[in-house]
């Protein structure tokens, strides 16, 4: 790809990109939010159509041109997007088949015979018949690459394709996408995890702001100077970060604020124990589906519960709708940015002062000026990058929604916040941010539970550890025994007394 | 450069903010012409001595006042069940079909032609208020409560309505004598502009009212464009949704007042017949998305005047009342395609292109 | 997570649909049989039934068609009115030959297909607003054609429309005690013919899953190499296309034209889709469910007419209360089947 310019109204997306792609390797694409990564996929399959600029394929001089997905796969340019891009009404082996044969008619005996073949062979736990949306996420995530992988690709693209996969998913894939790069496939990985691209790239592609930084070689750039080209400034290590923030412990005198008794929802989680004390930040932590979210969801009220008491200040209070749990003093910043976080149509400010107005209540609106002066106040505060408090928020990069989301929170001014997976999808810069502002206000004396996938963001920044396995609260860790290695050990528990 | 890229980006979000009462007011403005071009007389407006013996205005201008405000009305509470339900309520004309049924039922009591009222026209009004918001709330609780999409859970009651009205008065076409009950849809004693657009006015106020002084505007709006994440955010999705079927069911009652004060009888299958429709379209020629989400009363309540509006001028060239509907249907067709944005995107890069070979010819 | 799973609903749940649809059907036709009696004993009440909805049960599977893909189209109604005017007008007085009529009536359904599907597909313009816009340009077009109301003569034409095909081994014994063999109508033929090649197209051909995929998921349809707008407008083409078919099918039970034709039908082929358990959000749905939807819905019309209470307004209460009590069905055994 050459030369790639695409403009979106108003906004330059990409700029004069150059990018190119070898037989057999494994290529990362890094760059934070808005980098403009998604866009110049998009561009190279169809999705989007660029303006200027030129793509071309297998040494030959003459620009390829493409227009729409069905040219890029026929050029075997196929793609896994971060989010499943399949029909959940249809079969697996529909989904694997559609949109790529010739003719009217379907073979079908042939086609599911086909499709089992495939899904054996990649060791996927799914039928050809069954329906897809009665499989999980991750079998669905997998059915989209076993399709990718069955068109003949030369070139495959996988968009974030590890967020959803726990780390035994994740080991199958690269056995996969090392197995493809032997028989000559180019693949190009999207990631946010800087252990993913050691692991099996071969060379690095930055982007910034729509432009190129940079094309490098795998041994040739170590992480850090990854993440300051990343970044645009040159930070001297990770580990800083740690340095500069001191996990604050909360006083072991101070009662609890809430505390939570063998509380179930409907959301199949067992009975767990549970509490939290003024200033303290917490997390829960366990592999993906391992309940964690489901817990705190509970405590929030999102899901209904069917047992057990929540207690604030030792007084039992009842929560059956998030709005007892924020008339309470809970705030929750949900795990699903797009679904349960933003409201795309509405501008920023009235993002921002949502949960704020419904506390206040339906017949006391703020005024205009009100409003205006709240949005500013924390777009100011967190640094939200937007163009003004019109904007609307769909417009704005992950991060940056992910930061109106939490001032929606904080405007509540709530005792307890919960924040389910902040910095998932978001740059390295914002996670740092969030990091020290959640360290920041438990320092003022808010109470924090911090879920996050990665062990070591939790342990940057929480002073104790809830571990869920299999919707099942086991264990606890705090003070010495918070490390890596415990973690783990507790986490994987169960498959150790199995085997 | 980081700035000049957000004043760029200001300027271009203004005008894209400004942007849906646009689309009403082109479609006016261009009416207005087409007019003024056809023929001038179309403005003229001259006081009248009417049956009654009342000195009215009359005028092409103000039949469109006068007949549009059942349509504004009917637009106000659209507007709102779009945006909170991401559909629409087909059963507004038979709604209106039940609610005019009640008044009549109410003020004539057992009699089907009474001399006098059986009880005040405010009482009447009132238990068809109840009523239509009742019915109002049935669809609301199908699409809020059963989750059946707003579209074919109104279905049930455009398909029932207007039997349920003939069946209220036992299939007969009562009568009001009583000169009083005609001021609604015609005109007060004294006033000369018709009442409906008096109607119509304090309907918008009262709307605006409760706009500003609650966050109805800003509930709906959130449950329309994401539901979970307003559940979320301590909102009732459910009870919104509910409530702005209650509250087209209320502006149905008003309609429905003046529909059958303006003939003081009722016709049960002709009444508000396809008002839905027109309603609907309101909504879509002020812009809003009839998927739900963000919108704009004024814009919808400008659109129901431009539906009339366009229906004047037809039933001015002596188009058949039949064949009007064809002539409109040209009209939307002509509006949407103009306003979608597809088409929009491809005029703007097709005079962008225009400039730059200007401009390198000039080079 | 609750939400998600709120879009995805399972081929097994369409299946429960289909199912209770077609056992619903066959109990109130049962019941009717035992209580009303007379009537429902006779294989012809049954074929009279087909032969009144032949149109419908046509412009029904257009309408299933369009609604899997996640669209509407609520104009057919116009242009079944349409089609029989325009033919009935040209086979009457321009003397014309029953062959042409039929091209005229598939014309004009192809015309609406494709403005419609264009509008829908390629400048995506929200169907529900274009295809009411056809509504209203197909109404007020049929009594631009001609105002009043008037019976076709035209002998060719009257000779196809009375033409009876025998169902074999079906019959009973009339008033005088002769036996007569039940019958149906040409357009019945045809509209069987219709549901059957539907069915199979849905079904088996790749059109048709794409059909499906598109009403699914259109982002997804995109991203799996679907052409989505071409499948967008092919359904609405389609579904003109049947609207035009069902027209002529119309005209041909009826044999006049009038401006008040097919009044509603656009309304009675979106609730016989419903019950037959097609969702309108798209993605579900069964010509077969369509098709006993419509036999659904016009069976308890004719329970409630042989009841005796035929004053106009209990057709219309009758109807409204089945589509509610299929809705509520649906509604729950959905809810119910998510929560497990």
Known sequence: MKNIHKNFTGVKALQAVDFSLREGEIHALMGENGAGKSTLIKVLTGVYEKDEGEIFLKGNDKAVAIHSPQDAQNLGISTVYQEITLCPNLSVAENMFIGRTKGRMQNWKKMNADADRILQSLDIPAKATQQLANCSIAIQQMVAIARAVDMDCKVLILDEPTSSLDDKEVQKLFGLMKDLRARGVGIIFVTHFLDQVYEVCDRITVLRDGKLVGEYEIEKLPRVQLVAKMLGKELDDEAQIKDETQVYHADENVPPVFEVEQLQSNAGIKPFDFYIRKGEVNGFTGLLGSGRSECVRAIFGADRIIGGKIKKNGKEIKITKPIDAMKNGIAYLPEDRKVDGIVGDLSVRDNIILAAQVLRGFFRPFSKAQANKFADEYIKLLEIKTASADTPIKSLSGGNQQKVILARWLLTHPEYLILDEPTRGIDIGTKIEIQKLVLKLASEGMSVTFISSETDEMLRTCSRLIVMRDRRKVGEISGEDLTQSKIMDTIAGGEKKNG | MAKTRTLQKKNFMDIFSGKQILIPIVALVLLAVFNLIADPSFYKITLDVNSAGNHVLSGYLITILDYGSELAILAIGMTLVTAASGGQDISVGAGIAIAGSVILRVLCGTNSRPDHLQAPIIVAFLVSCVVAMLFGAFNGILVAGFKIQPMVATLILYTAGRSIAAWINNNELPVISDPSFGYFGGFIPGIPIPTPFFIAVACMIVMGLVMKFTSLGLYTQAVGINESSSRLNGLNPAFIKFLSFVILGLCVAVAALIKVSRISTINYSVIAKDIEMDAILAVALGGNSLSGGKFNLPASILGAYVIQFLTTTLYKFNVKSEAISAYKAIVVIILVVISAPVVREKFASFSQKMKVRNAKEVG | ?340
């Open chain 3, 1 to 340: 997570m609750k939400s998600k799973s709120l879009k995805k609903v399972s081929l097994s749940d369409a299946n429960l649909l289909l199912t209770i649809t077609i056992v619903v059907f066959f109990l109130m036709y049962i019941g009717a049989m035992i209580f009303e009696g007379g009537g429902f004993l006779k294989p012809q009440t049954f074929f009279n039934i087909l032969n009144a909805n032949g149109a419908l049960i046509i412009t029904a599977c257009g309408l299933s068609l369009v609604m899997i893909t996640g669209s509407i189209d609520i104009s057919v109604g116009g242009v079944v009115a349409l089609v029989s005017m325009c033919c009935a007008v040209y086979l009457d007085f321009k003397g014309g030959n029953v062959f042409v009529s039929l091209l005229i009536a598939l014309a004009i359904g192809l015309g609406f297909g494709l403005v419609q599907g264009f509008l829908v597909a390629y400048l995506d313009i929200q169907p529900f607003i274009v295809t009411l816009a056809g509504m209203f340009f197909a109404r007020g077009m049929t009594s631009i054609v001609h105002t009043d109301p008037f019976n076709v003569q035209n002998e060719a034409f009257v000779k196809l429309k009375d033409t009876r095909v025998i169902v074999p081994g079906m019959g009973s014994v009339n008033r005088i005690g002769k036996y007569v063999n039940a019958y149906v109508e040409i357009g019945v033929i045809v509209a069987i013919l219709i549901v059957v090649i539907m069915f199979v197209m849905l079904r088996w051909t790749k059109l048709g899953r794409s059909f499906y995929a598109v009403g699914g998921n259109r982002q997804s349809a995109l991203m799996l190499g679907i052409n989505v707008k071409k499948t967008r407008f092919l359904a609405h083409l389609l579904s003109g296309l049947l609207a035009g078919i069902a027209g002529y099918v119309y005209f041909l039970h009826v044999g006049s034209g009038a401006a008040t034709h097919a009044s509603g039908m656009e309304m009675n082929a979106i609730a016989s889709s419903i019950i037959g358990g097609t969702l309108l959000t798209g993605g579900v749905g069964n010509i077969i469910g369509t098709f006993f939807g419509v036999l659904s819905l016009s069976t308890i019309q004719n329970i409630v007419s042989s009841a005796g209470l035929d004053q106009a307004w209990w057709t219309g209460i009758t109807i409204a209360a089945m589509l509610c009590l299929f809705l509520v069905i649906q509604s729950v055994v959905l809810a119910r089947k998510k929560r497990k």
